[in-house]
């Protein structure tokens, strides 16, 4: 399966080394006290209670979140307060996008943000004869030469966390003479505006890009500024669709 996109892989890394199932048990216990809204006063012999752990052990399950940047942290005499961060909620989502999957018929995602002008230069990689070739292949189209780039808002940033458990169709790396091009990810995607709707589009996350995770970059057969007129600024919801299970 493809690899998931920015914000799961980010957190992934960072905790790799230090967060595995029983941190992550923990992190829910916290969000469950309201961790995500602000910080919440959580005392070690009660979280071990809850846990069925050690005080020593739930102590360092928190540790370990913090160290990964999953919490932040003010410890005082009788307990600490904690804060769940956004790689934290990320985290989260993961696992939530994960039982959505097991139990939900259909799983999907829906993202909002707003029409945005970008560097002008996904039309140059969309154009490339070795990156075509594959969209013709593996989606079906050949694609409007560019990329429709969308600024999501704050919370998408961290909802797109849960399109990692959704499939994507992978686009194989490849070079000519002078250099290597990078890998991307496609998921299938339905783009709303203004009460209409396009499909079948992909979100593409290429593997090295510019833009950040605040930023998506969507592809299609049809220029969508045309099909759904979209001007910048405008505000769009890209829904991701389960491509098969
Ligand atoms: C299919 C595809 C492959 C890409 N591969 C690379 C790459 O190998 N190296 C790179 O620096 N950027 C790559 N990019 C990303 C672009 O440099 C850039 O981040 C982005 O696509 C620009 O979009 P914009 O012009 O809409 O702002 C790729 C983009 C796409 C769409
Ligand atoms: N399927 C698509 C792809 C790109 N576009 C638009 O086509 C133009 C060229 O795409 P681009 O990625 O090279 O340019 P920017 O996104 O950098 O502005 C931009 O205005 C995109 O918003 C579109 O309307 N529909
Ligand atoms: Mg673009």
């Avoid at 890394?13 to 029983?22: E, L, N, Q, S």
């Avoid at 909802?159 to 091009?181: K, N, Q, Y």
């Avoid at 220029?223 to 600024?233: A, M, N, Y």
Wanted: net charge negative.
């Amino acid at each position: 399966m493809a690899s998931g996109d920015d914000v799961s892989r980010m957190a992934e890394t960072a905790a790799a080394t230090a967060v595995g199932h029983d941190e992550l048990a923990a992190l829910k216990l916290v969000a469950l006290d309201g961790g995500l809204a602000g910080p919440v006063k959580v005392s070690c012999s009660t979280l071990a209670d809850r846990l069925d752990a050690s005080s020593q052990t739930a102590s360092r399950r928190l540790q370990r979140l913090d160290e990964a940047g999953y919490v932040e942290r003010d410890i005082v005499s009788d307990g600490q307060w904690v804060d769940v961060t956004d790689a934290g909620e990320a985290a989260l989502r993961k696992e939530y996008a994960d039982y959505r999957r097991i139990f939900e018929e259909e799983a999907s995602v829906t993202l909002t943000g707003t029409v945005t002008g970008g560097m002008g230069e996904g039309r140059h990689y969309i154009s490339l004869p070795g990156y075509m070739e594959q969209f013709v292949e593996r989606l079906g189209y050949e694609p409007f030469p560019g990329t429709l780039n969308v600024d999501l808002t704050e919370e998408s940033v961290r909802a797109r966390a849960g399109m990692s458990s959704l499939d994507a169709v992978p686009i194989d790396g490849w070079e000519d003479e002078e250099r290597t091009f990078g890998p991307a990810s496609c998921y299938t995607a339905t783009v709303e505006y203004d009460g209409a709707s396009y499909e079948t589009a992909h979100i593409i996350v290429p593997e090295r890009t510019h833009h950040d995770e605040t930023q998506l970059e969507i592809i299609a057969p049809d220029r969508l500024r045309d099909q759904l007129g979209l001007e910048d600024g405008d505000t769009v919801s890209v829904r991701v669709e389960e491509v098969s299970r």
